[in-house]
């Protein structure tokens, strides 16, 4: 007897509750992939800041190492521990999904080029990129920073 009142109540229970209860099943399930695309979404943005940091350290480390010329050997066993620490930062960005901008050779495009002057060309037809001053980075379909370009005129 207390068994068929328990399931009873159960069942009571059940048709007062249940429609509750799937309801709120399926706002924790939407919530639960909400967060998951938010959290796939943020992470190429950070990877994008920290890229761009990076750009700017390595910038003006190759500024200040292309200044000095290696000629003992202790300086090119300098030199040739920069660029293996250099080759690991390229090689983490390519990792990460970074890929360079291209630019000799490609028609000009305002969304990854930024153009610093125009000059003739006779190897390169009007609007083709004749000359690489700075190089550009992408992430995806995020421009890191724009090519610094002379563009054919």
């Known amino acids: 007897a207390q068994i068929n009142t328990a399931n009873a109540q159960l069942e009571e229970g059940k048709a007062e509750w249940g429609p509750e209860l799937d309801r709120l099943q399926a706002e924790y399930l939407n919530v639960q992939n909400r967060m998951?695309?938010?959290s796939k979404e943020g992470?190429?943005?950070a990877t994008l800041e920290v890229v761009r940091s990076m750009l700017s350290v390595l910038d003006n480390?190759?500024?200040a190492f292309n200044a000095v010329n290696?000629?003992?050997?202790?300086?090119?066993?300098?030199?040739a521990d920069y660029m293996r620490t250099r080759a690991m930062i390229y090689d983490t960005?390519?990792?990460?999904?970074v890929t360079e901008v291209p630019t000799v050779g490609a028609e000009?495009?305002?969304e990854v080029h930024q153009a610093v002057m125009q000059r003739p060309s006779d190897e390169y037809d009007e609007g083709v990129v004749c000359e690489?001053?700075?190089k550009g980075y992408v992430l995806g379909d995020k421009?890191?920073?724009?090519?610094?370009?002379?563009?054919?005129?």
């Not at 290696?70 to 030199?79: D, F, G, L, N």
């Open 108 to 110: 000009f495009d305002y």
């Open 93 to 97: 960005f390519e990792k990460l999904g």
């Open 70 to 79: 290696a000629e003992t050997e202790e300086q090119k066993a300098v030199e």
């Open 143 to 153: 421009l890191i920073r724009a090519a610094m370009v002379s563009v054919a005129a």
């Open 43 to 45: 992470n190429p943005l």
């Open 132 to 134: 690489e001053l700075a």
């Open 61 to 63: 480390y190759d500024r």
């Open 36 to 38: 998951a695309q938010q």
